[in-house]
């Protein structure tokens, strides 16, 4: 935690500071200098390799270029300590702000994003995706479940399984609607493409360094091991899921696609954004290995989240597209990011740098403020109205959903992750 | 199913064949010239990049030194299509003839096992765990549910679930005992060590050529994205995964250790140990997509399996270890490893060259052909029995467990897998 508070009062937060990249400091953008976070881009259509870059404005700086770093592998970067990274942060802080020196020799180092193709931020490794969202599973559950929707282990265990690594994507991927065993009424299932095709809109907490095999990394520590967060659209296929997953949890329902956004806002840049973890009365203490006062005090994050959706019919009217959610995590998560750590490596499984954690669906009380499909049309019972017409009960064809994140506060610049889009389009 | 049918008649499987290394004519030999699978080594104690080698015997051969590949980088060795993969077999059966006129240069290409350490065979992006043991399925499920211990779903869908990559290790690894929540009678869980800790005996199918996003792999060209099969321990903490499996799947309970053998018995070496897909009497068919004629006829494995133990105690008394399993494939998976392929595609998910496909545990109908103390002790109900008056309901520190395989057939060569062992350590 102490290196959260060293970065709240560090002088690359202070919301007078501005950057000789005008852009960067136009109201409301996601990338001003108080952010600067990090992707892997690419002049688009050049097919080279894919170099480190931090977004500033409506720029990418390449980060090699101005000789920050000597490597073009983003994980090595996030393997780094907290202190190589805090030290980063301020060198680009410097470099960047309005009157530095450095401005003639980084401006040839910068690329138009318009001009930029980007790549999923890391090698992924592993990736585990979690279940924090109480409010989403408390839905769902009472789907299925009405007298007893949360299982009993939720207040408890930081629920998590393994997701599917190779099928990660970045913003802009075009989603095939998946084939799949379907379960109607008859007595056997047809495989056909679902019917049942979902988002869920969640955070993707992305590792840093990592710990050796068989030691786990406590509370304290857990944080030194993030690197950063974007947003993550875990697509779901939710017929395919309900007729899969028992015994062993989603398994093909999930795994043809899970599309992240290309810029990793990185810890440092989040600390004027933590909050509280603080749990509901009544509520079950967590265990020890889950509890630390520092934790208490700042282990949960602030951040707006939202959903908007296009459909094909939306986008040849030339109208704009449709606001399905605004949410936060304040209310939606019951696990945070450290707490996600600890209990991933309590037993001594090894995270390893670039390593992704999903946080679940991220849905507040409000149905205004539910992630998933699945939540805002109560199962598809009630369709969801959109201009000219058009119902939505679930995804179609064509249609483009974007998941939006920023953090605001009074006395702080505000910062943003940009988006993740994808579009669905036709199964094979 | 024809690349199968080739390799049968091709001259490679002869059991008249005798090699120039002298071990590998010995009678009960796991690696005669018949077999020839792959793995990672280097000279022990070396720190040496990894090579690939080929088993013949009790030596390994350096398949670069002796010009058969340019490359250390088995996943890429592992990418190629079936006729290279039948070219380089039939180089390698050449070469290590008795009589062949190699034997002089490709001598001083040999090591001993013995000076040899080895790697996990390859670099795994994503494991898969499936559960095609309907056997330990029906018994694991009557633990749970008497009256109904197969789901609906088990004799249609393969079931699978994502592993952890990050945790997978080779034969000779310590696994340290998992500290996780346990939740006994008291209202509230508690962490400490898990004192339910099991084994699972397994077969780890390792994918060659993969198929690209979107692209399922049909059932009749499946076996040519497979390269080969080793035996896989899939180390699980029964009481952990009890608390936690509900309702996303096993997570802790298993991502703590995985172990493998480090030889891959390509699919060419295991051509004449092919056998019938069948179905018992009044199962359904699998969905055409599950389902081919070739695969009918050939599309099952015939491979035996055993479980051997060996506690502290037993060590120290000098005396043998335990055998406690011998089963085999034959009647304990329901499903392929052609329809798993099939299945993991449907979707359009990818499958890259090394992910690993873990065939669940591989029981047999009977008792004494469990793969797991879950079954053999029928949840510690009924602790084994051991040499000195000892007894295990779960696994003990100190306790080593060794799984091996092979095939036998008449006028076959026989062929094995080596051996997967691991012993338990104390918690940190």
Redesign the interface.
Known sequence: MSDALDATLNATHDPALCSWVASANAAGCDFPIQNLPFGRFRRAGSGEAWRIGVAIGDQVLDLRAVGLTETDDMNRLMAADPGERRALRQALSRGLAAGSGAEGAWRAALLAQAAAEMAVPCRI??Y?DF?TGIHHATTV?RLFRPDNPL?P?YK??P?????????I?VSGQAV?R????L?GEAD????GPSRRLDYELELGYLVGAGNA????IGIGEAERHLFGVCLLNDWS?RD?QA???????????K???TTLSPWIVTMEALAPFRAPFERPAGD?PP???LDAPGHRAHGALDIVLEVWLQTARMRAAGGPAMRLTRGGTRQAAYWTPAQLVA??T???????PG?LLGSGTLSGPAREEAGSLLELTLGGQQPLALPGGDTRAWLEDGDTLVMRGYCERAGAARIGFGEVCGTVVA??
């Not at 998946?178 to 065993?181: A, D, E, F, S, V």
């Not at 309590?346 to 390893?352: K, P, R, T």
């Open positions: 490794g592993d585990t279940y559950g299982l282990n408890w265990v629920i998590g399984y393994h997701g599917r690594a190779s099928s994507g095939r998946p084939m799949g065993q379960k056997a299932p047809e495989l095999p068989g030691c786990p296929a395919i007729w899969e997953y028992q015994p062993l949890g989603p398994f093909l329902s795994n043809f696609a079950p265990l020890p290995y209990h991933h309590v037993n001594g499984c090894n995270l390893q390593d199964g094979a």
